[in-house]
């Protein structure tokens, strides 16, 4: 892969480009596809955006969702801005499998493909790209693209929202140790330029219905199980259990990281059952790896204390398999 300063030639006369990020998308992926879609936008391109699902709702504010478009209701357009495109960017994401819907299009898509993405162990599938793992959000590498080719003063309120809300998001807000000096600095200059942080907030954790905030309430008086020996948490829901509530996936965003707040638990799992899938998220606080640890047990990855994955057995075998794996393996 080269460096990303090699596709700034390429940029130096109107294109047409394509960007996409991950399935089910979060702040980060929604914010850096937008980022960098107003600033492409601004430098004279002609962008599509597309989502590979529909946008959680507590992003649907964001400047410029609009113009977006989500593959699963549109995707003749999709592919068709796919087909058109010179230059393909991927956000957010680092292996095409990650995109499920866009996995082979964007396999067979021969254009110049750019990647700027913070997951680790990237697949060597991109001709131009940055991933560092170190960054706290691919919206901050956004942020880094763009001063990288000294526009700066691009950056306006709609670039600005977008930025720090991947930067707000993928750091919980501030407080996860990729939280850097740099990272400040950017919130810094983007208070500078004029951005309003409170209402974003708002939006993104303000605005919950009646029912999720019930439906936490049950999860956590009647779900969550605490193993101290092994300093871990965890949160099995079966299809039932989220059926009982009527929520959405959104509604579950979050759900993991409860285990965590409790004093000593420094491991989180989430085990979910939605439709014929298993699937898993994990956290970690400190020096337990759950990016190796969801590589190696549940055909998954991420980050270090951040990852997913998802299991090919049952619910019911897949908590009862969870539970001999931390008694086997004993984190602590
Ligand atoms: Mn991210």
Redesign the pocket.
């Known amino acids: 892969m080269r460096q990303i300063q090699d596709v700034f030639p390429l940029l130096q006369t109107p294109k047409k480009i394509f960007i996409t990020t991950h399935h089910k998308p979060?702040g980060?992926?929604i914010g850096?596809m937008l980022g960098l879609y107003h600033y492409l936008v601004k430098k004279g391109h002609s962008v599509t955006g597309v989502s590979p699902s529909e946008l959680p709702e507590f992003l649907m504010w964001m400047p410029g969702v609009e113009h977006l478009l989500n593959y699963e209701a549109e995707s003749k357009a999709s592919l068709k801005a796919l087909q058109e495109a010179d230059v393909i960017f991927c956000v957010?994401f680092n292996d095409y499998t990650r995109t499920k819907h866009l996995d082979q299009a964007l396999t067979a898509a021969t254009q110049p493909k750019v990647l700027i993405?913070?997951?680790l162990f990237p697949k060597p599938v991109w001709d131009y790209g940055m991933s560092i793992p170190e960054k706290s959000?691919?919206?901050e590498m956004i942020y880094d693209f763009i001063n990288l080719n000294n526009d700066n003063a691009l950056i306006d309120n709609n670039i600005a929202q977008c930025i720090y809300t991947?930067v707000l998001t993928?750091t919980g807000s501030f407080r996860f140790p990729v939280t850097t000096a740099s990272v400040h600095d950017l919130v810094a200059d983007l208070k500078r330029k004029g951005l309003q942080h409170s209402p974003i907030h708002e939006e993104i954790y303000d605005s919950w219905s009646l029912i999720r905030m019930q439906f936490l309430g049950y999860v956590l008086m009647e779900k969550m199980e605490i193993f101290p020996k092994y300093n871990a948490g965890l949160i099995a829901l079966s299809k039932k259990e989220i059926r009982l509530f009527n929520v959405s996936s959104g509604d579950m965003e979050g759900l993991v990281n409860y285990p965590l707040s409790i004093s000593g638990v420094r491991f989180a799992t989430l085990i979910t059952e939605r439709g014929d899938e298993v699937k898993m998220s994990f956290r970690s606080k400190g020096d337990f790896d759950v990016s190796d640890f969801a590589r190696t047990y549940f055909n998954g990855g991420g980050h270090f204390n951040a990852s997913g994955g998802r299991a090919t057995t049952s619910f019911d075998d897949t908590v009862a398999n969870f539970k001999q794996i931390l008694s086997d393996i004993h984190p602590r």
């Open positions: 979060d980060d992926a850096s957010d993405d913070h997951h959000s691919t919206c991947g993928d």
